[in-house]
T-cell receptor, first 112, second 112 residues
Framework: ETGVTQSPTHLIKTRGQQVTLRCSSQSGHNTVSWYQQALGQGPQFIFQYYREEENGRGNFPPRFSGLQFPNYSSELNVNALELDDSALYLC???????????FGQGTRLTVV | GESVGLHLPTLSVQEGDNSIINCAYSNSASDYFIWYKQESGKGPQFIIDIRSNMDKRQGQRVTVLLNKTVKHLSLQIAATQPGDSAVYFCAEINSGNTPLVFGKGTRLSVIA
């Protein structure tokens, strides 16, 4: 167990809807990164939050947004869901921006 | 550009044999590499890491080798067990925008 928890574990949404995914980081970690993992692929970096500020972003459109709270937990919001957004969304926490990251179990999002 | 890839998408080994999973990276500025294991339905699990100032690092039954000359990384698993069956990813960290860049993964199947 990594101490990183994500909720919900599974979610089904309709195209065009909005979704919020949640992540609680490991104790002592101030950095949270979000990844999207399509079936059969490696995780793709969405963005990272460090001490409540966005600190790096991958090649994802603005409808992917996030937030980090003072307790370093984090949310990933996706607006105007598309079918291709169906994937496993992973949250990883770390003690710094360029240190080892520990992943949660992920949220399986299905868009229909 | 930055990329991390794997030479073989699948690997089958007999139980008790040693496994070698390879990875190539293209960014010579990367200074930290991590191997992750991902079992079905779970998030990636940290296995071992290595910094660019090292050539070799050993853990329990696992060894990572780094060849900076040819930008190659390998993960060796000794006495492979059925519980080692999973997808293995190498990931690199560099001082650019993306904290972790993952390859597509190698699926390791252990034959009893």
């Amino acid at each position: 167990e990594t101490g990183v928890t994500q909720s919900p574990t599974h979610l089904i949404k309709t195209r065009g809807q909005q979704v919020t995914l949640r992540c609680s980081s490991q104790s002592g970690h101030n950095t949270v990164s979000w990844y999207q993992q399509a079936l059969g692929q490696g995780p793709q970096f969405i963005f990272q939050y460090y001490r409540e500020e966005e600190n790096g972003r991958g090649n994802f459109p603005p409808r992917f947004s996030g937030l980090q709270f003072p307790n370093y937990s984090s949310e990933l919001n996706v607006n105007a869901l598309e079918l291709d957004d169906s994937a496993l969304y992973l949250c990883a926490s770390s003690a710094g921006r360029f240190t080892e990251a520990f992943f949660g179990q992920g949220t399986r999002l299905t868009v229909v | 550009g930055e990329s991390v890839g794997l030479h073989l998408p699948t690997l089958s080994v007999q139980e008790g044999d040693n496994s070698i999973i390879n990875c190539a990276y293209s960014n010579s500025a990367s200074d930290y590499f991590i191997w992750y294991k991902q079992e079905s339905g779970k998030g990636p699990q940290f296995i071992i890491d290595i910094r660019s100032n090292m050539d070799k690092r050993q853990g329990q039954r696992v060894t990572v080798l780094l060849n900076k000359t040819v930008k190659h990384l390998s993960l060796q698993i000794a006495a492979t067990q059925p519980g080692d069956s999973a997808v293995y990813f190498c990931a690199e960290i560099n001082s650019g925008n993306t904290p972790l860049v993952f390859g597509k993964g190698t699926r390791l199947s252990v034959i009893a």
